[in-house]
């Protein structure tokens, strides 16, 4: 049985039908002082994946008591799939005093499940943290399928740790060069420097490809500089549409003509879905 959590209905419906497995209807509640009560009234069943991504702290509630309700309700084998991994930008403790927040909640998703199944985690090693079996799912390429025709594409990561990303949604189209920026975030106050490289983009449909659009900071600076040099249209292209606050309006702001991310977290722009991929995996 597929058993989703508040944040996946959709990408874990769409499981359950690539899978032909059966789909969970967990109900949730909050008490009056604020806590949550995820639960699975009419779970059956010897096996269950519980489909969680972790965008909110609340989410990572729903995966914990998902995990224990199905156990409780009698399943033997429990994967875990995270669709988006939150957490995992926190993979090491960058100052004194900070917690390996990714170790945390690895730890803590380690303890009611038997595997895990990860897509496109910020960084593979994060597989590490976890004490039980962890499958990565590379879902980049299905990010080529709702591309339109472009002119003298260039696929582009904002930075050097993206590159593999862009490489991977250039060969899925089938042409086009790739390059990438340098990217340097100020940790105390979170603020992201932009340092281009020399590609030309004048008159170039330019696909700029992450792992994850965030508060859509990275992005926008990056498009910003590609407005500069005359680019023609500009894709904004991510696995993890996270998009917080006002992300949208900042890359509509910078120029981009069309944001596109995947159901890993479900937004708008959601078009294309990591299903067929995660289910190759199951
Ligand atoms: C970080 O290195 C990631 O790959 C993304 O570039 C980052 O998470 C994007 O965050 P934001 O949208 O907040 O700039």
């Known amino acids: 049985m597929i058993v989703p959590t508040s944040g996946t209905q959709t990408l874990a419906a769409a499981l359950a039908e690539e899978t032909g497995s059966p ?29 969680a991504s972790t965008v909110a ?6 995966l914990l008591q998902l995990q224990d309700a199905v156990r409780e309700a009698g399943a033997s084998e429990v994967t875990t799939v995270i669709p988006y991994l939150g957490y995992a930008r926190q993979d090491q403790s960058f100052k ?33 943290f976890f004490s039980v ?31 593999g990303i862009a490489e991977t949604v250039r060969d899925a189209y089938g042409s086009g060069a790739t390059d990438y920026f340098e990217k340097h975030r100020d940790r105390e106050d979170g603020s992201v420097e932009i340092t281009p ?19 859509g900071s990275t992005m926008s600076k990056s498009v910003a500089v590609l407005q500069e040099r005359g680019a023609d249209r500009v894709v904004a292209a991510c696995v993890h549409p996270v998009l917080a606050s006002n992300a949208v309006s900042k890359l ?9 991310g995947t159901d890993t977290v479900e937004r708008a722009c959601s078009d294309v879905s990591v299903a067929p991929a995660i289910a190759a995996r199951l």
């Open 23 to 51: 789909l969970a209807t967990p109900t949730f509640e909050r008490f009056a002082d604020g806590e949550r009560l995820a639960a699975i009234p009419e779970f059956t069943g010897e096996t269950a994946t519980v489909v």
């Open 57 to 62: 702290d609340g989410d990572w509630i729903e």
């Open 96 to 128: 004194p005093g900070q917690p390996v927040s990714a170790r945390a909640m690895a730890r803590a998703v380690s303890t009611g499940t038997d595997r895990v199944v990860l897509v496109n985690p910020h960084e593979t090693a994060v597989r590490e």
């Open 197 to 215: 490289s020399d590609a030309s983009v004048a008159d170039r449909d330019v696909v700029v490809v992450d792992d994850i659009i965030a508060t």
């Open 252 to 260: 509509r702001a910078a120029g981009v003509e069309r944001i596109l």
């Open 133 to 163: 079996p962890v499958a990565i799912v590379d879902a980049a390429a299905t990010l080529a399928e709702p591309l339109p025709d472009l002119r003298d594409p260039l696929f582009l990561s904002p930075d050097a740790g993206a590159i």
